[in-house]
């Protein structure tokens, strides 16, 4: 089996079997062994980190963070032993992590461990056929369904990945029901709302805030490759599509907003968010305008980026970072505390809202890759995109990206504990504060076990495993 020099040279490194500087012969007679050693060990050790991770459920579901001692627990706030949290890094985000390792290591376990986690989320499955942010056994009579924080949607991708790989009555009809509830609670004008059914309130509005309106569009596009054909999926995208276009802001200033009202005005939403031009909002929207192309294949679906790029150019403030909120009119940046009040400088907020949301972002590299994106979307087309995004198409490519991933992954094992737990030492976090009272500055540090570094290590120990797997392939191809 032949290899290329530089991937010799990775492994040889990795495992200390050569020294750094290494001449031309000696990286060609060096054994694979060294990146077999890696494959199987990081396998073994994905089998033991899913093993562990799994002990953790609660009735199949999953938190965001445990004690090692599993004496407390966390979701957004301390968390009973009856309550598992759908928004990612919860409940949904960990079945994914379940479905990509049994993908890869085609361990039944770990696809036990996700229908696990897909019959948690189905019994917390509303009437509507979505889901709140949490589902709490002792009263399943939760009827909100929410698109806030990838919530009700990250439920859907997951049971529909799931579907595909499963013969389960139950998933399906439960995927099926959560399809149906995707296109009912889709506006008139194309986007989604924050919550469903009514709320009377600003949870009705069309909300791109935390990439609610993306993630539902994400589902859509996700549908539509599941089930292709159906009609009824390719109509919401075309309607999804359509409501990116006119709700995109006129010139001088043709960004998007967080959210909008039947009017389709920027509008306000918590008495801290207010109508504004939304930099953060807008590179997420050239993204998606993107995906839709690659599907869709509509060119008037790019036609609005060019102009959203210079804008969002323009918009940097002299530190080098965005503002999450940008005046109408003026481009200046807006500042705005509870109960809707207006300070001049981020340094004005309480430190509730100064250290507890993001408004100031450093756009540079999503702005760069945007930009970058959009420009292959020109050259190559929808159809050529889509693969490039979709596949590694040579060897050469698939050796360098081993090489950038390797440390990572020598790094997770080094950190993985014989239990197979990954814990996060001396995690600091906010501290919690009764209801009404506002954070004060408190920070409690303690060791955790956080789903969020598990999802990680998990993609990354699978993505490993899954390019040394086509690595194989390239080099078998070769001899």
Known sequence: MIFYRKELMIYAIVFGLLPTVLSISAQAQLPVSGRNDLVQRTDAALKKGLAFFHSLNTEGGYVYYVTPDLSMRWGESPADTHTIEVQP?????????????????????????????????IRGQNKHGGWDHTIDFTNLNNEVVSFDDNQSQSAVSFLMALDQLVDDPLLTAATQKAIHMMLKTQLDNGGWPHKYPEQGNYHDYATFNDGGINDCIRVMLEAYRYYPGDEAIEKSLRKAARFLMISQLPPPQPGWAQQYNEYLQPAWARTFEPPAVCPTVTVKNINTLIDLYLILGTETLLEPIPD????????????????????????????????????????????????????????????????????????????????AEQYIDSKEALVRRIEDITGDVVRILDEQEESGAWVTKNDR?????????????????????????FNKNVATLSEFLELNNQLEKFSEMTN
């Open 308 to 387: 959203a790029l210079r804008w969002v150019r323009e918009v940097r403030m002299e530190n080098g970072m965005w503002a999450r909120f940008i005046e109408l009119g003026t481009n200046k940046a807006l500042y705005y505390d509870r109960p809707r009040i207006r300070v001049e400088r981020l340094e004005d907020l309480h430190p509730e809202r100064r250290t507890g949301y993001a408004y100031q972002t450093d756009l540079q590299v999503p702005l760069e890759k945007s930009i970058l994106r959009y420009e292959k979307a020109l050259e190559m087309g929808n159809e050529a995109l889509w693969k």
């Open 89 to 121: 890094p919860g409940t949904p985000a960990v079945g994914q992590s379940f479905l990509r390792a049994y993908r890869v290591t085609s361990d039944t376990q770990a696809l036990a461990f996700a229908k696990e986690a897909a019959h948690a989320l």
């Open 429 to 453: 976090f906010k501290k919690n504060m009764p209801r009404g009272e506002r954070w004060n500055g408190q920070y409690l540090t303690m060791d955790r076990i956080s789903s969020s570094v």
